[in-house]
């Protein structure tokens, strides 16, 4: 946990969402579907607050956590610039694991877009969980976030001096077999946990939750080069380019094309 609040304290989440906008305009427009039309909702890992704003701005009440300190704070402050401090219940600094003081079946829907793929034992992978269930109504929506070990496995491929330890063939068969990731360089990317796809379900279905859907967070829109998409553009076929990876991202063959995966689901 200290590995993962040192590095999001340095980097640059809210940018990042900024420099990368696929996966937020496709994780909102997927959250927007399936959002109940008013109530409570829980942003559990929430970093800086990019999806907050956004709900707190439709009206929902908003209760924001995250486990980086500097991140809560950073949220405050942004619901304060926005004018928008109203819509929030509170901003807690917590583990997803143990979200100690948050009552039982407090919310109409949850997020939990970061948190998962950070716990590496099944142990607390299951607690986070869990945790979720417990904090969520009955029937309640949830979104949760997922690394894909397949995309992991291609990139590392691509750029094996970037991904390191991932910088043999070798480092890359035991990864596959693990799903356990942890930057040989110092300062690179915390310590992670990569789902094989065919995972996902089962892991939280077997937890109580429902499925409704499973995305690809980018779609296919990583294999697309910045070269590449300018070419749409230039067509005028920008908004029609970003439609189609809207609807590719349901497309179940293309899901390890996507290196974060929003599952969907619902609170028995």
């Given at each position: 946990m200290e590995?993962?609040?040192?590095y999001?304290?340095r ?5 990042r969402?900024?420099?990368e906008?696929?996966?937020f305009i ?8 399936y959002l109940p039309p ?5 942003d559990?890992?929430a970093?800086?607050g990019?999806?907050?704003?956004e709900?707190a701005?439709?009206?929902y009440?908003?209760?924001?956590s995250?486990?980086?300190?500097r991140l809560?704070e950073m949220a ?10 109203e819509?929030f219940?509170g901003?807690h600094?917590l583990?997803a694991?143990?979200?100690?003081g ?8 949850s997020?939990?877009l970061g948190?998962?793929?950070h716990l590496?034992?099944e ?9 979720l269930?417990r904090?969520t ?6 979104f ?7 995309r992991?496995t ?5 750029y094996p001096?970037?991904w390191k330890p ?5 480092a890359?068969k035991?990864?596959r ?5 942890n ?9 992670a946990y990569?789902?094989?796809?065919s995972?996902i379900?089962p892991?939280?279905?077997?937890q109580?939750?429902?499925t409704?859907?499973?995305i690809?967070s ?5 294999l697309?080069t910045n070269?590449q998409?300018q070419?749409w553009?230039e067509?005028?076929?920008?908004q ?5 990876f809207?609807?590719?991202a349901k497309d179940p ?8 995966l929003?599952y ?5």
């Amino acid at each position: 946990m200290e590995n993962v609040i040192d590095y999001y304290s340095r980097f640059d989440e809210w940018g990042r969402l900024d420099r990368e906008p696929l996966e937020f305009i496709i994780n909102w427009h997927y959250m927007k579907t399936y959002l109940p039309p008013i109530g409570n909702v829980f942003d559990n890992g929430a970093g800086p607050g990019k999806y907050a704003m956004e709900l707190a701005k439709l009206g929902y009440r908003v209760t924001l956590s995250d486990l980086t300190p500097r991140l809560v704070e950073m949220a405050k402050e942004k619901a304060d610039e926005l004018g928008i401090a109203e819509r929030f219940n509170g901003f807690h600094v917590l583990n997803a694991a143990h979200l100690d003081g948050l009552p039982n079946e407090g919310f109409d829907a949850s997020l939990m877009l970061g948190p998962l793929y950070h716990l590496q034992s099944e142990e607390e992978r299951i607690s986070a969980v869990r945790e979720l269930f417990r904090v969520t109504k009955k029937g309640g929506i949830v979104f949760v976030a997922f690394q894909s070990r397949m995309r992991m496995t291609i990139t590392s491929l691509q750029y094996p001096q970037h991904w390191k330890p991932n910088d043999t063939i070798d480092a890359i068969k035991e990864f596959r077999e693990t799903g356990i990731f942890n930057h040989a360089d110092k300062g690179r990317f915390t310590g992670a946990y990569y789902f094989d796809i065919s995972e996902i379900t089962p892991f939280m279905e077997s937890q109580g939750f429902e499925t409704v859907d499973l995305i690809g967070s980018s779609s296919i829109g990583g294999l697309i080069t910045n070269e590449q998409r300018q070419l749409w553009e230039e067509k005028g076929e920008s908004q029609r380019l970003m439609d189609l990876f809207i609807e590719l991202a349901k497309d179940p063959y293309v899901l390890g094309t996507s290196s974060h995966l929003l599952y969907i689901g619902r609170r028995k």
